[in-house]
């Protein structure tokens, strides 16, 4: 038998390190739950489909939700515990305190009409119907239906503090964003898609108020990267000093649509954070956004391909380290 020279054997060592390794998302699959709670997907769906009839909040909700949860801890629904004497829980935190409360209601009725079936009662993680509901609330909003891979525990832990420096900010710049969502085996190309989420929703006039006024430090001054007279609207729905809790649509063309009119403003400098504009102004991701700002079909499809990682990232199918909650704010 001939012997393996020093790189052919560090290369079978690494084989067989990344097969010990292999993260427990391969144990995810679509249709998990088909034996189990057979009708899971549908009544997950009316609940989320009536949620949504009730409010269009329940979109950007549900989807900011599933995003703040899977970046910290991983997608194991800690996001979604209730804080204690004893514990400073996720939801907690400075950067989740913003996360609109329809969100959570949806999952929470969400579990509630599962755990109604008796076959399905307590069968079902919160952190399966996050992620099913967050793909229900795409389409809902007009956006592309897909398949999700399902067989997620609830995780065991959630404090505040584990949040610090998890989530991405408004002034990020591209190498900021690239590295976080890296950390969690995300790529550029991801994090574009991902980002186009921000064709939903809305945010406090806190949160870009640098870029409308006084900005660099500059009394009167606007950021440049910023379409003026999008900055003077922005100005007159956010004049200074205002009510905190005024907020104001994260796309002002289709707030209600998830479309691929998200690069198309960028193109015009109109992203609202700099974490957005930076996207288009860079030119390592310039051809990403006009790309998709041309061809929603090709955005579509990159996003639920990100989606569909981003689910994968830091879960729990091993009952060492999650369990099924009876009650997704409470641990069992």
Not at 113 to 119: E, G, K, R, S
Request: glycine share 6%; net charge positive; proline share 4%.
């Amino acid at each position: 038998m001939a012997k393996l020279n020093f790189d052919q054997l560090l290369l079978v060592a690494i084989s067989i390190t990344c097969l010990l390794i292999q993260p427990s998302s391969a144990q995810l699959r679509q249709n998990y739950y088909s034996k189990i709670c057979p009708n899971v997907e549908s009544i997950v769906r009316n609940a989320v489909t009536q949620k949504f009839q009730q409010t269009i909040v329940t979109v950007p909700g549900t989807l900011r939700l599933f995003f703040h949860d899977c970046f910290v801890n991983g997608c194991d629904a800690s996001v979604m515990v209730a804080s204690t004497a004893n514990n400073n829980a996720e939801k907690d935190s400075s950067d989740n305190l913003s996360l609109a409360g329809d969100g959570f209601d949806t999952v929470i009725k969400a579990k509630a009409a599962v755990d109604a079936v008796a076959q399905c009662r307590n069968k079902v993680s919160c952190a399966d119907i996050l992620t099913m509901a967050a793909r229900d609330v795409i389409s809902l909003a007009g956006g592309p239906s897909f398949v999700v891979e399902l067989g997620r525990l609830d995780g065991l832990v959630s404090t505040a503090a584990s949040v610090n420096g998890k989530l991405p900010q408004p002034n990020f710049n591209l190498n900021q964003l690239n590295s976080l969502f890296a950390a969690n085996g995300l790529s550029q190309t991801d994090m574009i898609a991902l980002s186009a989420a921000h064709t939903l929703g809305f945010s406090h006039c806190n949160r870009f108020a640098n870029r409308i006024y006084d900005f660099g430090g500059r009394k009167g001054a606007i950021d440049p990267s910023l379409n003026q007279t999008y900055a003077k609207q922005l100005q007159g729905m956010c004049p200074r000093n205002v009510d905190p809790n005024i907020a104001i649509n994260m796309d002002p063309i289709t707030p209600r649509t998830f479309d691929n009119l998200y690069f198309s403003n960028l193109q015009q400098r109109m992203g609202l954070f700099t974490s957005d504009q930076s996207l288009a102004d860079d030119s390592r991701s310039r051809p990403t956004v006009d790309t998709w700002a041309a061809n929603s079909n090709a955005f579509n499809n990159a996003f639920i391909a990100a989606m569909t990682r981003l689910g994968r990232v830091g879960v729990k199918t091993s009952t060492a380290l999650g369990n099924i909650r009876r009650d997704c704010s409470v641990f069992n």
